[in-house]
Every structure is written in structure tokens, then in C-alpha cells.
């Protein structure tokens, strides 16, 4: 399974994650060729995790990694656990903070058997804290951090984003910081303990939202499908559907109306600057859409690229993985799964010109490396089968 070719493959990573945060953390490494051991209970809710076992949601979070039973309550197995971990370099987490500290899987016990290691941990709101203990919730870290308030129309009332965001960022967080600790590694010979939390990353992703109130002390409003800040920015309709333009500063104002041909409004004293154009939104935004409507999204697509404005269609899903770009940079890779048959999930955004991310397998059955794993470790079979009488496998 291990590939030597690829940019993590001397690297083994432990995964104890589930839900969304940790797999998209542990995807990461294992998209790039780390062996990934996914370590999951005995136990066949666990199948349920991610919309159960054959869904796509569990198939694009878990591919290319090896599966393994271990009852970590067990004696036996923390046993195990740990024999693992001194032959490892990468433990991920996300518990509840003291759910591993009762499983005797913090990091210092991690580190007396290996201090090499490197823990990667992601919670909601943190390892320490007044709300360490909370469960954490993708919309709940959504709403706390502020994305909620700035997203939908003006009066709307908050709105969660489309997808699991807080999720998301705070597993690609973790794994940057994990790298960057392997990194580190390299010059001390020490691993050390990486964490995430939901409510960090949701309030890092906010950027430029965030640092209006932190250094101008300006609440940042929503403004639906324009941009905060940068006008005229945002979705036009068309003839057939919408578009997506964004023509902020004055050059690329003037480069707009050229392509729309309505230099008229550039002698507009309500659009004769940036800060005029964000007071005047509405009218900037009618006056652009009353162009817009007379002909179809391809044909504007095609006119305002031309004239050196960024634009684009808006999508559905099916349209997406659709489009030729799409299709060229292979954001749909193929793999085989044992039962689906092929199917496609969803490909890296990073490419590696050199040594490029490969999809080698499909999410892995339950406990489906086991006995492989446990042979490498030095177990005979009739070891094995012992373990699995007593429930530890």
C-alpha cells in the first residue's frame, strides 16, 4: 500500500478520528502517501460514522488508509496501541479534551514510549478553557466566530454557511501544523503536541472580516452576494441564470463598463470612486444588471474575460463537475471500491508537479488490516484469535 514515490510515505500516521474535523485533518497526510492506520472500535455502529460505511461522505474522508479494530478501553488493547506508537510518528485525535487522558493516550504517556511523536488534536473550542469540556459543532463554531452574522442579505438574519467550514479548516490547520512539526523534528529529533479547535480555525477563515474589528473596531454587516467592501463585486442575473463578476478598483471599474458598454457611467458622480461605488451599491448593482439580463451567462463569460474582468458562472454541483477546467485539473479522481464499483471522489487542490497526491484505494472495511497490522507488530495467529475472543479486536 505504501508508496515510496510520494512526498509522505516514510511517515506513519495513527488515526483515532471521526466525524468530519479529524478525518479531513488525517486525509491530508494520507492523500500525500503517509501510511494511515485507521484504528476504529469493535463495534458495528461504528460503521455509522459519516453516513455509514459505503456512503460518500465516508468514502471521500477515509480513502487511502488501512483499517484496524482496537478496543482502546481494553488493557490489551492500549497495549497494543502503544506498540504501535513507538513504531509511529503521527497520532490524531479528536475527542473531547480529557477523553484521552482517560484512556491514558495524552501525550506525555504517548511521548514515554516515543518522544518522536507527533499529537495532533482537534476539539471545539480547545484543550483548556472555560468551554474546554463543551462538545463542539460545526454550526455552533460557525455562529461563535462570526461567519453566520456576515453571511446572507442585509436584515436577513444570521445563516450558516453551505458546507461544514469550521470542520474543515480546523482539520487543514491541524495538518498543516502537523507537517510543520515534523518539520521541526527534523532539527530537534523531539515531536511535540499540534492542536486545533473549531472556534480558532472559524475565526482565523473569517481574515479580513476578523481584522475589521480587530484593528479598525468596525462590525462587519451582511451583504449578501456582494462583496463587504469592494463594489461593483458580486452575482448579476442574465438572460438565463447569473453570474459572478468582480470589477473592485477603478481600472477594472472602467474595463467593466467598457465590456458592458455603459462608459456613461464613469462620469457618474455616484460611482466616481470605490468608497462613492460602496455607498451607491444598490443603483451600481441595478444599472450593471440591467445590462447583464440582455444576453446569456457564456455569452457575458466569454465578452468580460476578453475584456480583462473576472467573471464566471454560477453552478450547481452536477454543472460544476461538469466544466472543462474542472475536468483538466481532476478535482474528480476515479478509484474502485470493492462493492461500489468505481466511483469518483473528490481530488486535492494542491499539485505536486514532480511528485503528484495519488489515490491509491478506497475507504477500507472495518478491521479489514487487522491481522496484517498486528504480524507486523510480531503477533501469531493464535495470539490473535485470543484477542479477538476477548473482545480486544
Request: proline share 6%.
Amino acid at each position: 500500500m505504501t508508496d515510496t514515490s510520494l512526498p509522505l510515505s516514510r511517515f506513519k500516521v495513527l488515526d483515532l478520528t471521526r466525524a468530519r474535523s479529524g478525518p479531513t485533518c488525517v486525509r491530508q497526510l494520507a492523500d500525500w502517501g503517509a501510511d494511515t492506520i485507521k484504528i476504529e472500535a469493535p463495534d458495528p455502529e461504528g460503521d455509522g460514522d459519516n453516513g455509514g460505511r459505503k456512503s460518500s461522505d465516508f468514502q471521500n474522508l477515509h480513502r487511502n488508509k488501512r483499517s484496524m479494530t482496537l478496543n482502546l478501553k481494553a488493557p490489551a488493547g492500549r497495549e497494543i496501541f502503544m506498540k504501535l506508537v513507538g513504531t509511529a510518528d503521527v497520532v490524531v485525535e479528536n475527542y473531547r479534551p480529557r477523553v484521552k487522558d482517560r484512556l491514558g493516550i495524552d501525550y506525555e504517556s504517548l511521548r514515554a514510549v516515543n518522544p518522536r511523536i507527533v499529537l495532533g488534536s482537534i476539539s471545539g473550542f480547545g484543550q483548556d478553557g472555560p468551554y474546554a469540556d463543551r462538545p463542539g459543532y460545526d454550526q455552533v463554531a460557525q455562529g461563535m466566530g462570526g461567519l453566520m452574522s456576515v453571511t446572507g442579505h442585509p436584515g436577513q438574519g444570521p445563516v450558516r454557511a453551505g458546507t461544514a467550514i469550521a470542520d474543515i479548516t480546523a482539520g487543514l490547520y491541524c495538518a498543516m501544523g502537523i507537517m510543520a512539526a515534523l518539520l521541526e523534528r527534523e532539527i530537534s529529533g523531539e515531536g511535540q503536541w499540534v492542536d486545533s479547535s473549531l472556534l480558532a480555525a472559524q475565526i482565523a477563515v473569517m481574515d479580513f472580516q476578523a481584522a475589521r474589528w480587530t484593528v479598525d473596531r468596525e462590525v462587519a454587516p451582511q451583504a449578501g452576494n456582494d462583496h463587504p467592501l469592494y463594489m461593483p463585486t458580486g452575482m448579476f442575473e442574465t438572460a438565463d441564470g447569473f453570474i459572478n463578476i468582480a470589477a473592485s478598483g477603478d481600472e477594472m471599474f472602467s474595463r467593466l463598463c467598457a465590456a458592458l458598454g455603459t462608459e456613461a457611467l464613469l462620469g457618474d458622480p455616484r460611482f466616481a470612486d470605490g468608497p462613492a461605488r460602496g455607498r451607491n451599491r444598490a443603483a451600481l448593482n441595478e444599472a450593471v444588471a440591467t445590462v447583464t439580463r440582455t444576453a446569456t451567462t457564456a455569452e457575458w463569460v466569454e465578452r468580460l474575460n476578453r475584456g480583462g474582468v473576472p467573471s464566471g458562472p454560477v453552478y450547481s454541483l452536477d454543472r460544476t463537475f461538469a466544466d472543462p477546467q474542472v475536468r483538466h485539473i481532476g478535482m474528480a479522481a476515479p478509484v474502485d471500491h470493492p462493492t461500489r464499483g468505481r466511483i469518483e471522489l473528490v481530488g486535492q487542490p494542491v499539485r505536486f508537479h514532480r511528485t503528484p497526491w495519488r489515490l491509491r484505494n478506497a475507504s477500507p472495511e472495518m478491521g479489514e488490516h487487522t491481522c496484517a497490522i498486528l504480524a507486523d507488530l510480531g503477533y501469531s495467529e493464535e495470539e490473535i484469535d485470543t484477542l479477538r475472543k476477548r473482545n480486544v479486536l
